[in-house]
Structures are given as C-alpha cells and as structure tokens.
C-alpha cells in the first residue's frame, strides 16, 4: 500500500469547515484513498473511500486531485464531536488485507 | 448493520494472569478477523490476522505463545493474553472483514491494564 503523509494537527472552529490534506504522490492506478478517524478510546470509524471522483456521504467529502497524488477530506460544518484522529489510508479496493495505519493528523474542533 | 462488538471493554488484572478478549461481528459473518494493538499516543500496530478455521497470522515480533487467537465461528474471535506484564498494558482493537468483500468494521476496543 502506498504511504501517506498528513500533518501532525489542526485545529477548526465549530461550524466551519474542517479541511484534511492528506499527500499520496507514490498512489498506483488500482489504489483507492480511505479515511478513517478514531475518536479518544473508541476504535477506528469509517469515514469515505474513492478512487479518482470526488465523493460525499452524509458525513463528509473527499477531494481527489487530477494526479490523485493529493486529497482532502472536508468536514463542512465541523463540531466539537468530530475532534479525532484522522487517518487516510491508500490501498488496493477489494483487498481482503489489514489496514495499515499512519501517524493521522489530530483535528481538534475548539468552540 | 456492520456491528462490531469487544468483551470486556477494560480489564485490570495482575501480572502473571492471563486475559481473554471477544470481538464479535453482530450481524454479518467474518472469515477474516484482524487484532490491533495501540500504545498511548501511537497509531494501530497489526498484531495478527485471524481466519476462521484455521491458525491465525502473527506480524514480526509479535509471541504466538503469548497472544493466542482463536477465530471458532464466523462471528468470533477471542485474543488471550497470557501471562500478562505491564508491558502488555495497551488498547487492544479488532476488525471484521465482512465476508464476500473488502469492507472492515471495528470493535470499540477494550483497555487492558496489567498491574
């Protein structure tokens, strides 16, 4: 699976939109970008996947860009419950593989 | 739908005893069960893949004597922790591969403190 690199932290104001950048540059063609986030002591939750396409669910929008080198998660009304970790996650869609987790970026909504 | 669920969600108990974990898939069959293990302000580490009916997957470094897995049903897993030490102490993660695709739920972990 292609490595994945996010900062370290953010902080948002609760209302506004939260932007997750996530940087992909080794991503091959059959690898999908997943975002998972694991809130303080839960396990990790399911967030989006796509492949090239933007995508939204009910949750959040995933940005890809052109090269699909890059993508950003956004949160578009951020609050004080969506403060987690935030990991993206590069792999091969249909894998019956582990995830393999990086550093993820710690968001932190503030009122 | 997608439920995943871990029994007990934290657990003391004193070193040298050994602990026992359930992750179980609520309503959908996994054949395929991952354990993770987190540190204090660390990411998830991979410990074994579990496959029901058949012996699980150890990651590098990870003792098979020490963490036995068992993975009976398409629903169950259970981890044990033998002969735990404080350096055990940790948040202990499953996973469940629903069966016929690549979609993972996970459990809400459970936290062991080994004294």
């Known amino acids: 699976d292609a490595k994945t690199t996010q900062p370290t932290s953010m902080d948002c104001a609760e209302g506004r939109a939260a932007n997750l950048p996530c940087n992909h540059s080794?991503?091959?063609?059959?690898?999908?970008v997943y975002w998972y986030r694991q809130i303080h002591s839960q396990g990790p939750q399911y967030i989006i996947h796509?492949?090239?396409n933007n995508e939204t669910n009910e949750m959040a929008s995933l940005i890809i860009t052109e090269d699909r080198k890059s993508s950003t998660l956004i949160l578009p009304h951020a609050t004080l419950r969506d403060t987690a970790v935030y990991y993206c996650i590069v792999r091969v869609s249909g894998s019956a593989r582990q995830l393999t987790f990086g550093s993820g970026t710690q968001l932190t909504v503030l009122p | 739908g997608a439920v995943v669920s871990q029994h007990p969600s934290r657990v003391i108990c004193k070193s040298g005893t050994s602990v026992k974990i359930e992750c179980r898939s609520l309503d959908f069959q996994a054949t395929t069960m991952f354990w993770y293990r987190q540190f204090p302000k660390q990411s998830l580490m991979l410990m074994a893949t579990s496959n029901e009916g058949s012996k699980a997957t150890y990651e590098q470094g990870v003792e098979k004597d020490k963490f036995l897995i068992n993975h009976a049903s398409l629903t169950l897993s259970t981890l044990t922790v033998t002969s735990a030490h404080p350096e055990d102490s940790s948040f202990y993660i499953c996973?469940?591969?629903?069966?016929?695709?690549?979609?993972?739920?996970f459990g809400p972990g459970t936290r062991l403190t080994v004294l």
């Open positions: 080794t991503i091959s063609g059959n690898e999908y």
């Open positions: 996973s469940a591969l629903l069966a016929g695709s690549n979609e993972q739920f």
């Open positions: 796509g492949l090239k």
